[in-house]
């Protein structure tokens, strides 16, 4: 065998019986192939001794018109091609060969295809039978098809099974950085929270409370009397009451000249004309 013969290539054997009056019958005597080979035989088949010098013999053999098989150089076995043609035209057989043989009885089916395959399944031979490449083509191209769809539906669970596990994951990931980050936000907004209120407890001025009250006391005039004193921050609220302008007045000096702080201001001083007194509202800013 040559080794330019295409493998696999399953050929069929199929044998056509066509009598004198056109009726014919098909019987395929190997497995089911890609291709036949068409063995021609009946009444209709014409057969001469095979003499190359015989002028009728060589007309047949150059007969384009006829399909024409020499069995070992005795025998030239003939019959016309729009014969065999419209039958295999109806069969829908595809078919490399055709050989014809008067008497089966001297063929060997084996040694035919094998010689066909050799002679028109090799890479030189296909070059030149388009028809046969388009044929063998397709018969390939169906019995790969299935399985490569399948593969590629495989392929297509496959990706989206692990496509749909990914989004999960990838959802389920998303989640915790979420919550994540509203925890984080929570702990950062007690922590600056706490910040603040540790930087305005520390900008608190230490101040000595009850010194302060003796230092405001000793400058108290006679002829008035505080009825409060509010600590509030660094601010203190003073309010109370006094027989004239004057002598808030003058204490609020006091204060301004004796007690350290930033400032000392009248915040309201208006007369009780009930009981003849001022009274006052005094505020200082330690």
């Not at 025998?75 to 829908?92: H, N, P, Q």
């Not at 590629?152 to 990706?159: C, I, P, Q």
């Not at 915790?176 to 407890?201: D, F, G, H, M, P």
């Not at 921050?233 to 003073?238: D, R, T």
Request: glycine share 2%; proline share 2%; aromatic share 6%.
């Amino acid at each position: 065998m040559k080794k330019d013969v295409i493998w696999p290539c399953r050929v069929s054997a199929v044998v056509l019986t066509i009598d004198t009056d056109g009726n014919h019958s098909l019987e395929r005597i190997d497995a089911e192939g890609a291709v036949s080979v068409v063995f021609v035989t009946g009444e209709a088949v014409g057969c001469k001794d095979y003499e190359i010098s015989n002028p009728i013999v060589r007309r047949i053999e150059s007969n384009a018109d006829l399909y024409v098989s020499v069995h070992n150089d005795l025998t030239i076995d003939y019959i016309r091609k729009s014969v065999v043609d419209s039958v295999l035209e109806e069969s829908g057989f595809k078919f490399i060969d055709v050989i014809v043989c008067k008497n089966m009885d001297i063929v060997d089916i084996e040694a035919q295809i094998a010689a066909v395959r050799q002679r028109r399944l090799s890479l030189p031979a296909l070059k030149q039978d388009i028809p046969l490449v388009d044929h063998l083509a397709s018969r390939l191209l169906k019995r790969l098809l299935l399985p490569v769809l399948l593969v590629y539906l495989s392929v297509l669970l496959a990706n989206f099974f692990i496509h749909s596990e990914l989004t999960e994951r990838l959802g389920e990931a998303r989640s915790a950085n979420v919550r994540e980050s509203v925890e984080a936000r929570k702990r950062s907004e007690v922590t600056q929270a706490q910040e603040r209120l540790i930087s305005e407890y520390r900008t608190i001025q230490d101040i000595d409370m009850s010194g302060l009250s003796d230092d405001m006391a000793s400058l108290l005039p006679d002829d008035m009397r505080l009825t409060s004193l509010v600590f509030n921050n660094a601010q203190v609220k003073i309010c109370g009451d006094a027989f004239t302008s004057e002598t808030v007045m003058s204490f609020v000096n006091n204060l301004r000249e004796s007690v350290e702080c930033e400032a000392v201001k009248v915040i309201s001083l208006e007369k009780d004309r009930k009981e003849d007194l001022f009274r006052f509202e005094i505020q200082m800013v330690l």
